[in-house]
């Protein structure tokens, strides 16, 4: 089983940028696509980003285009979310998840398999 863990959270201003972190152990993360979700108070969880096993393919949700790039090292088992121009709407818990396989659905990863505890990201000022 994969486990998942979310670092990186914390409370920035608008504008500002943060990295989030999801460490992989008991499995090797490079098999699997890696998604980010996140999900605000009152609303669904909802899809972030993907990023597939070998990193070659990333697809983000419309509201983080241009703003959030997800990065993968493979040898590290971690994937990256790098979130700049921090908007309020950004304010929510940020969970990292993995796929079954080694793609992604469009922006999520395709059968997923494994979540993370999440991180709290708040934006504000």
């Known amino acids: 089983q994969l486990h998942l863990v979310e670092s990186g959270g914390g409370l920035v201003q608008p504008g500002g940028s943060l990295r989030l972190s999801c460490a992989a152990s008991?499995?090797?993360?490079?098999?699997?696509?890696i998604g980010w979700f996140r999900q605000a108070p009152g609303k669904e969880r909802e899809g972030v980003s993907c990023?597939?096993?070998?990193?070659?393919?990333?697809n983000y949700a419309d509201s983080v285009k241009g703003r959030f790039t997800i990065s993968r090292d493979n040898a590290k088992n971690t994937v990256n979310l790098q979130m700049n121009s921090l908007k309020s709407e950004d304010t929510a818990v940020y969970y990292c998840?993995?796929?079954?396989?080694?793609?992604?659905?469009?922006?999520?990863?395709?059968?997923?398999?494994?979540w993370g505890q999440g991180t709290q990201v708040t934006v504000s000022s």
């Open positions: 008991g499995d090797a993360s490079n098999y699997y696509a």
């Open positions: 998840a993995a796929g079954r396989g080694a793609v992604c659905s469009g922006y999520v990863p395709w059968n997923i398999g494994s």
């Open positions: 990023i597939s096993s070998s990193g070659g393919r990333t």
